[in-house]
């Protein structure tokens, strides 16, 4: 049994799928070409019938445009120049198929990477692509490849992106288990909201675990079993049945009011990632959207959104909700989340670099274009914009005036806007949180970002599971700043919500409870089993539970405070 970060819950079993980018060396050797000649057709027949299988796959899938890149590497196999090429570097210099290849294949790749048209560059990456395949296939390497999979799987890789984890097919991938990662790791946020079964962080997964091995994902406790006994197995299958009724009894708060014993309302509203998530949202009784991540509208494109494309997808998503209210961030890209089509500068430590706001306000037309479609959308329901990363009044300042001048000159086209927009920010800087009484004179609302608010206060990488120890949502120096950004919200007359992962943890929302967070935003598949809790509680009590744990000294003693007190 291996240990890892329980990251979405649910229990799963079934058999691994290990998804590895095998790392090839290629060396010039000297061969027979006519043994040479028939691997490369070999590996190119074999290649070619990957791409329409994972194509017939994706049909339905993806839209149009997005199936054509499968035409493209298609082209790339029948591509003439490139496999002639080929054949006559083996044919005259007798050297080894995979060799001829990658020395031609690098040639291509070199000459258009060099031209300025993007889709010449587009056309690099496609050859490159290809060739891995044939390249793989020549060496006899088995191609691990997500869309491949047709069967009941659990996920085991190193790493997953972003990108890879919109790709899981919920019918056949039951879990994953990876090696790298942290609970608040955006693979991990998406295994949330697409509810799929996931354990992050752990260490020598890809060592142990062989392709096919039968696993019992525990994600309630964080664990991965490997060809586990009869009655392990017997043991979880009953287990995964009580966990699926405790869910299923949830159902009945779906339409209730969130309210204290004693009568203090608090708003549970949802995080998503994209217009399709709204309808998990409604599904779960969300009060609204308290964190809409507009990155992955960004992150599924080819190239910049333009403001018709963002339009229309805020647009549904207001609308969708039916006048509740819809909190927007804008792009906060940089970190671990990245564009194919725009190149980061390199930084050491890309959490603490180029990302977020700071990327918007070098770049504004970037920004500009954002704020436009969100002003325009602002007529179909009820929208609030919200800055990430914000650390200075100054920033602050600048990208509200950005919005103010996109604003002014709509409504000087006369385009029909919002009565009210509200414009807030992230509280995920220390130096914000401690600053909040100042923020919160120009802010309309603050939500709090504990996933990295807890990695900068404790200075530990939200991706790396060595120093995942200090992911201490219960320590006293983060309810500190937590109560700081309240106190500071609430003395202006402004409200403060929570949009990290901490605000679904049912351990956390007593205290937060306590510490008078008036909105409480998480995955969609959190918000019943939160209002269960919070509707269980007295708001007077948790006021006496929250004084007290700003006095405590460790998280273990807040848990325990909370555990002790709330049954
Ligand atoms: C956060 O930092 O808590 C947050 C909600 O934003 P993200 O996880 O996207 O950085
Ligand atoms: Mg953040």
Redesign the pocket.
């Known amino acids: 049994m291996l240990k890892g970060i329980a990251a979405s819950s649910g229990i799963t079993i079934a058999k691994a799928y290990k998804l590895e980018t095998p790392e090839i060396v290629i060396e010039c050797k000297q061969s027979n070409p006519a043994e040479e000649i028939e691997k490369f057709n070999k590996a190119l027949e074999q290649s070619k019938k990957d791409i329409e299988t994972i194509k017939e796959k994706a049909t339905g899938r993806l839209s149009e445009d997005d199936l054509k890149i499968f035409d493209a590497h298609l082209m790339v196999c029948d591509d003439p120049a490139l496999c002639d090429g080929v054949i006559d570097k083996i044919n005259s210099e007798s050297v080894n198929a995979d060799y001829a290849l990658d020395a031609v294949a690098g040639m291509f790749i070199s000459m258009f990477e060099s031209l300025e048209d993007a889709y010449m560059r587009e056309r690099a990456a496609d050859i490159k692509d290809v060739t891995r395949r044939i390249k793989y296939h020549i060496l006899g390497v088995n191609i691990a490849d997500l869309s491949l999979i047709d069967e009941e799987v659990i996920v085991v890789a190193h790493d997953l992106t972003p990108s890879d984890t919109a790709q899981l097919n919920k019918k056949y991938t039951k879990g994953f288990a990876t090696e790298i990662g942290g609970r608040?790791s955006?693979s991990a946020?998406m295994a949330r909201s697409l509810e799929i079964p996931a354990v992050v962080g752990v260490t020598n997964i890809m060592s142990t675990i062989k392709h096919g091995d039968m696993l019992i994902l525990d994600a309630l406790k964080g664990k991965v079993y490997i060809n586990p006994d009869e009655e392990t197995i017997a043991r979880y299958r009953v287990e995964a049945k009580r966990y699926e009724e405790e869910v299923a009894a949830l159902r009945e708060y779906k339409d209730k009011a969130t309210v204290t014993v004693d009568g203090h309302h608090i708003e549970l509203a949802a995080?998503i990632g994209t217009p399709n998530d709204v309808a998990a949202v409604l599904e779960n009784g969300g009060e609204g959207v308290g964190?809409y991540?507009t990155e992955f509208l960004y992150m599924g494109a080819k190239d910049w959104p333009t403001e018709d494309e963002q339009f229309e997808a805020y647009k549904k998503v207001l609308e969708s909700m039916g006048g509740k209210p819809v909190v927007v961030r804008t792009l906060?890209i940089g970190?671990d989340k990245h564009l194919d089509y725009y190149e980061f500068p390199e930084e050491m430590n890309p959490f603490l670099g180029y990302r977020a706001v700071r990327l918007c306000l070098d770049q504004k037309d970037i920004f500009r274009t954002q704020l436009r479609a969100l002003i325009r959308a602002s007529a179909y329901g009820k929208l609030r914009i919200m800055f990430?990363m914000i650390a200075t009044i100054d920033e602050f300042r600048e990208a509200k005036g950005v919005y103010e001048e996109e604003k002014a000159k709509l409504v000087a086209e006369g385009v029909a806007i919002g009565d009210d927009i509200q414009v807030g920010m992230?509280v995920?800087i220390p130096a914000a949180a401690v600053l909040a009484d100042k923020f919160a004179k120009i802010s309309d609302f603050f939500s709090i970002?504990?996933?990295?608010?807890i990695q900068y206060s404790m200075a530990a990488d939200r991706m790396s599971e060595k120093v995942s120890y200090l992911y201490q949502p219960f320590n006293p120096s983060l309810l500190r700043l937590i109560k700081m950004t309240i106190d500071g919200a609430h003395a202006h007359g402004k409200w403060a919500g929570m949009?990290?992962?901490m605000a679904g943890e049912p351990d956390a929302i007593p205290v937060l409870l306590g510490l008078g967070l008036d909105e409480f935003s998480m995955s969609a598949t959190s918000i019943l089993r939160a209002r269960k809790i919070a509707n269980s509680l007295s708001y007077a009590e948790m006021k006496e539970l929250a004084a007290k744990a700003l006095e405590m000294e460790t998280a273990e003693e807040v848990l325990e405070l909370i555990r002790s007190t709330v049954k």
């Open positions: 608040t955006h946020i995080n964190l991540r906060d970190g990430p992230m995920e970002g504990t996933n990295d608010m949009c990290g992962e």
